[in-house]
């Protein structure tokens, strides 16, 4: 157990629908990354959150959001999904910024048919 | 052109071989070097990491770091079958927060 959270393990949805992955980071982390796995785009970085605030983005796409709330969870809000969209999404956490690498969940895998 | 190359493999080598994974990339501003493990359908664990050129190593793991020829290598040695997994290579820079740029990953299978 790498000590971050994520939920749920799998999802399986259609198109045009909504859903929201939960991260809680590590114990004592401030720092949560979002990215997306892909077979043909690799680990794409899409967004990272600091203590509540946006520090960093990726290419995100605009039907996808995210938001770190005060107790440092994180959600990854994606709307009118649409078939590529399916991929392993992860989180990661570190205390601050990467330098000195940080830590991934177990990912969410979804599914969009 | 990627900011980050690397060979996806798959590579496949006999137990005990020493095992080299590299990795370029095109962007001199990168100031700090990951290796990241990941086993299938798992998330991706820290392996090694290295700031600046040279070596560091870490039991039968060496990360090195050429950045005159932007070159990142991964050497395993005595390699294992519980080493089979897929490696990534990840730089990152400081002044961009925490984005670590992943290469596409090298698919190692160690057959005993």
């Known amino acids: 157990d790498s000590g971050v959270t994520q939920t749920p393990k799998h999802l399986i949805t259609a198109t045009g629908q909504r859903v929201t992955l939960r991260c809680s980071p590590r114990?004592?982390?401030?720092?949560v990354y979002w990215y997306q796995q892909s077979l043909d785009q690799g680990l794409q970085f899409l967004i990272q959150y600091y203590n509540g605030e946006e520090r960093a983005k990726g290419n995100i796409l605009e039907r996808f959001s995210a938001q770190q709330f005060p107790d440092l969870h994180s959600e990854l809000n994606l709307s009118s999904l649409e078939l590529g969209d399916s991929a392993l999404y992860f989180c990661?956490?570190?205390?601050?910024?990467?330098?000195?690498?940080?830590?991934f969940g177990s990912g969410t895998r979804l599914t969009v048919v | 052109q990627k900011e980050v190359e690397q060979d996806p493999g798959p590579l496949s080598v006999p137990e005990g071989a020493i095992v080299s994974l590299n990795c370029t990339y095109s962007n001199s501003a990168f100031q700090y070097f990951m290796w990241y493990r990941q086993y299938s359908r798992k998330g991706p664990e820290l392996l090694m990491y290295?700031?600046?050129?040279g070596n560091k190593e870490d039991g039968r793991f060496t990360a090195q770091v050429d950045k005159s020829s932007k070159y990142i290598s991964l050497f395993i040695r005595d390699s294992q079958p519980s080493d089979s997994a897929t490696y990534l290579c990840?730089?990152?820079?400081?002044?961009?927060?925490?984005?670590?740029?992943f290469g596409q990953g090298t698919e190692l299978s160690v057959k005993p």
């Open positions: 990840a730089p990152g820079r400081g002044n961009q927060g925490g984005k670590l740029i």
């Open positions: 990661a956490s570190s205390v601050v910024d990467s330098f000195g690498g940080y830590t």
């Open positions: 290295t700031y600046s050129s």
């Open positions: 114990s004592g982390d401030l720092s």
